[in-house]
């Protein structure tokens, strides 16, 4: 049967096998024989897939990488293209200049991969402790972009680290000042929420560290989930934008100097991302406890007590159970080239 009620029956048939060949290219080719009814009703059935993925806790972003995670890159781009507003695969066909059942197989496939995720627990959503309106939050962030894609582009290491010194001081001095307005208003409404940030391969584990060690310096806590490439954060409105900018930023960095290194073998960049993440961990925990040493306010550390006591009961909500992940470096030039590029890197 072709058409589009033949598509979607073919294409619910390789769903329920599990994606397995010949549902696949039974699919494909009743949809490369539809012609543009046909991708008219593939556009219907990728919207249909994006929002019952939604409902499962899965947004647009995680399902495109989910696709490039477990199929190719070629299926990643298709995603990007079809997920996001529901179209079918002819125009990424003509794009790529890929035959019609080609990019009908890949389509079905890229549906068949995101029907079959799993249902994903739902995070709370923090919100600041005031109104956008009642202080310059967003301004505050925007300088603190800025600052950080300057540190990250400058040719001139003393420059940067100018840059990034000042962006880590208004990151902190954010997160104090949101504590202490929580702690005077009360903390109604105000409580933590959680955000999924990608852990994109190759590396995972040493990245998924290193956005711990962030994380813990910015009164949050993370949860890998190692099968789908994204560490859960749960923090306060403040502390998650600020490990958000933070992780990316030092990813970057940590990227440039390990391609100025000598070595391209894994053990030595997977040893070099593991000892950068902990030297990064030491030298964020030390910047927090100067800028709280800094302040005066008695009000403060209760302030802070109270919110981490309330990520850690989110977090322990959100996931009872937990299991640790050791991690250990076996090049020892890698090891020691990643201790030293943390100690320089920009905070």
Same mark, same amino acid.
């Given at each position: ?7 979607? =029956?073919? %294409? ?28 008219? /009703? ?15 806790? &899965? ?6 990488? *989910? ?72 301004? *505050?962030?925007?300088?603190?972009? /800025? ?76 949860? &890998? /989930? ?9 923090? +306060? ?20 100097? %390990? +391609? ?28 927090? /406890? ?23 009961? =989110? ?9 640790? =992940? ?22």
């Amino acid at each position: 049967m072709t058409g589009p009620t033949g598509f979607d =029956t073919a %294409l619910a048939a390789a769903v329920g096998g599990g994606g397995r060949e010949h549902d696949v290219d039974a699919a494909a080719s009743v949809l490369a024989a539809s012609g543009a009814d046909g991708d008219a /009703a593939a556009a219907r059935a990728a919207a249909r897939i994006v929002r019952e993925s939604a409902a499962r806790g &899965w947004t647009v972003p995680d399902l495109v990488r *989910m696709t490039g995670r477990e199929l190719t890159p070629r299926h990643q781009r298709l995603a990007e293209a079809v997920l996001p507003e529901g179209r079918g695969p002819a125009a990424f066909a003509a794009a790529e200049r890929l035959d019609r059942f080609s990019a009908a197989a890949a389509f079905v496939e890229v549906l068949c991969l995101c029907a079959r995720l799993p249902r994903l627990p739902d995070l709370p959503r923090a919100q600041a402790v005031a109104a956008a309106g009642d202080r310059p939050a967003s301004k *505050m962030l925007g300088r603190i972009r /800025a600052l950080l894609a300057k540190a990250e582009s400058t040719g001139f290491p003393e420059e940067a680290e100018a840059l990034s010194a000042k962006a880590q001081q208004l990151m902190a001095a954010h997160s104090i000042d949101e504590a202490l307005l929580g702690d005077a208003g009360g903390t109604g409404g105000y409580g933590p929420g959680a955000r999924r940030i990608g852990v994109d391969r190759p590396y995972e584990g040493a990245k998924a560290l290193l956005l711990d060690a962030v994380a813990a310096a910015n009164r949050c806590e993370a949860v &890998w /989930a190692s099968e789908f490439g994204f560490s859960t954060v749960v923090g +306060h409105a403040a502390d998650l934008d600020a490990v958000e900018l933070l992780y990316t930023s030092l990813l970057v960095q940590a990227d440039r100097a %390990l +391609h100025r290194g000598r070595s391209r073998s894994r053990d030595y960049r997977e040893s070099f991302l593991i000892a950068y993440a902990a030297e990064i961990r030491e030298r964020l925990a030390a910047a927090a /406890a100067t800028e709280v040493a800094a302040r005066p306010d008695e009000a403060l550390l209760p302030a802070l007590a109270a919110r981490d006591l309330a990520v850690r009961r =989110t977090r322990e909500r959100l996931f009872p159970t937990t299991s640790t =992940t050791r991690l250990k470096g076996r090049d020892s030039e890698g090891w020691q080239a990643g201790r030293t590029t943390a100690r320089t890197a920009d905070l």
